[in-house]
C-alpha cells in the first residue's frame, strides 16, 4: 500500500471527529441491501451517548430481511430526528478506483471509499455533532434527538424507512423535525438547501402488432414502427413549464426491447421503459390518465404497466429552513439556496409525518469511481449539524 493510502491521524479509533467513523462505517461493505455490520457501528457509538437503540427488522419474505435503526435519547419534545442510510450502491468494475473503494483510507487530505459522500460521511458527521451538542447542553436539554437510519434507500425502499414511519405511529412516536442527510451541496458545502423533492413515474410499454416477412409489409403490423410513433408522441409533448419552485416534469426513455432474431422480421411485439420526474403540477395518478389518453389517441394494441416510487413534495419555508440557513451562515459565511432538483430520497416518506428538510455534502462525487470527501468538509458538515442543533433547540421551533 502507498504511504498516501495510510489512515491519517484523524482517523484513529477513538477520535471524537466524524471521520473515523465514518471511515469504519466505509469499511463495512453494506452494498444495498446488504448491510454487513453497519448499522450496529452506529448503534454501539450512539448507545455510549446514552441513546436508546431499536434494531429493526421488515421484510425477508424474498431473502434476508432489511436491518434498520431507530435511536433516541431524550423523551420530552420537541423530538428531532436525523435520517439517513449506510447502504451503498455497487462499486463497479474492479479495477477502475484508485484506491480500494472499502477501505477508509486517506489520501490528500481526503477520506475515500464508497459512501463517503453518498451518505455515510453525513451520518458520522451528525453523530459528531450530537456528541459535541450534548456535551454543551448537559442536563439543560429537555427535548429528544433520535436517528432514523435505514439499510433500504438505495434499493427498494420498501422495508426501510417507511416501515420505521410505521412502526413509530404504532407505538405513539411523534416526529416533530427532521434532517435528512443527502448530499444536496452542489459546488460547495452550504450553497444548497432541498425543501422538496420531484415525484418519480416509471412506465413500462408494450405495444402490439402483427408478425411477416420485411418483403411484404402489407401483410404484417410493425410493433416497432408504432412504439416509435408512441413514443415520439410523448416526448414532442410538454408535460408543463415548471412551477414556483420546481423545473419542469421531463420524461426520459430508459431502454427500448425488441428481441427480434432475424433481420428480415417484422416484430409483432416491441418494449420500452420510460421515466417521468414529476413536479408539483401532477399527482401520479394525473399523470398517468394524461399518458393513456395521449397514447390512445395513437391507436393500436399496448398496454401500460405504471408504478410511482414517490410522489412530489415541497416543504414551504419556515422556522425548520431558517433554522438550518442559520446555522450553514454560521459555519460557512454561505447563503443557501432552495432547491428541489434531483433524484427522490427517503424525505417522500417521512414529509407525511413532520417538516422535513435536506442538506448534507456535496455531491460531484456521489455514485461515482474515486467517491471521497475533503476531511475539512466533512469537520464543517459536523459543525454546521451542531450549530443546528443549538439553534433549534434554543428556539424550540415548534412555538415561532
Known sequence: ??????PSPELVEGSKGPAALAAALIRARSVTPKDEGALEIVAERLERLGFTCHRLLFGGGDGDPIRNLYARRGRGRPNLCFAGHTDVVPSGEPGSWRFDPFEGSMREGALCGRGAVDMKGAIAAFVAAAERFLDQAGERFSGSLSLLLTGDEEGEAKDGTKKVLE?????????????????????????????????????????????????????????AHRLVRMLGAL??????????????????????????????????????????????????????????????????????????????????????????????????????????????????????????????????????????????????????????????????????
Open 167 to 223: 412502526w413509530l405511529e404504532a407505538r405513539g412516536e411523534r416526529l416533530d423535525a427532521c434532517l435528512v442527510g443527502e448530499p444536496t451541496s452542489e459546488t460547495r458545502l452550504g450553497d444548497m438547501i432541498k425543501i422538496g423533492r420531484r415525484g418519480s413515474l416509471t412506465a413500462r410499454l408494450t405495444v402490439f402488432g402483427v408478425q411477416g416477412h420485411t418483403a411484404y409489409p402489407d401483410l404484417a403490423e410493425n410493433a
Open 1 to 6: 500500500m502507498n504511504e498516501d493510502a495510510l
Open 235 to 400: 416526448l414532442e409533448k410538454e408535460l408543463d413549464q415548471g412551477s414556483e419552485h420546481f423545473p419542469p416534469s421531463t420524461l426520459q426513455i430508459s431502454t427500448i426491447d425488441i428481441g427480434n432474431p432475424a433481420s428480415n422480421i417484422i416484430p409483432a411485439k416491441a418494449k420500452a421503459v420510460f421515466n417521468i420526474r414529476f413536479n408539483d403540477l401532477w399527482r401520479g395518478e394525473a399523470l398517468e390518465r394524461a399518458l393513456r389518453a395521449q397514447l390512445d389517441a395513437e391507436g393500436g394494441r399496448y398496454t401500460l404497466d405504471v408504478s410511482v416510487s414517490g410522489e412530489s413534495f415541497l416543504s414551504p419555508r419556515g422556522p425548520l429552513v431558517e433554522t438550518l440557513a442559520a446555522a450553514i451562515r454560521q459555519v460557512t459565511g454561505v447563503t443557501p439556496r432552495l432547491g428541489t432538483t434531483g433524484g427522490t430520497s427517503d424525505a417522500r416518506f417521512i414529509h407525511s409525518y413532520c417538516p422535513v428538510v435536506e442538506f448534507g455534502l456535496v455531491g460531484k462525487l456521489m455514485h461515482k469511481v474515486d467517491e471521497a470527501v475533503p476531511l475539512a468538509e466533512l469537520e464543517a458538515l459536523a459543525e454546521i449539524y451542531r450549530a443546528f442543533l443549538a439553534l433549534y433547540f434554543a428556539g424550540d421551533t415548534r412555538k415561532r
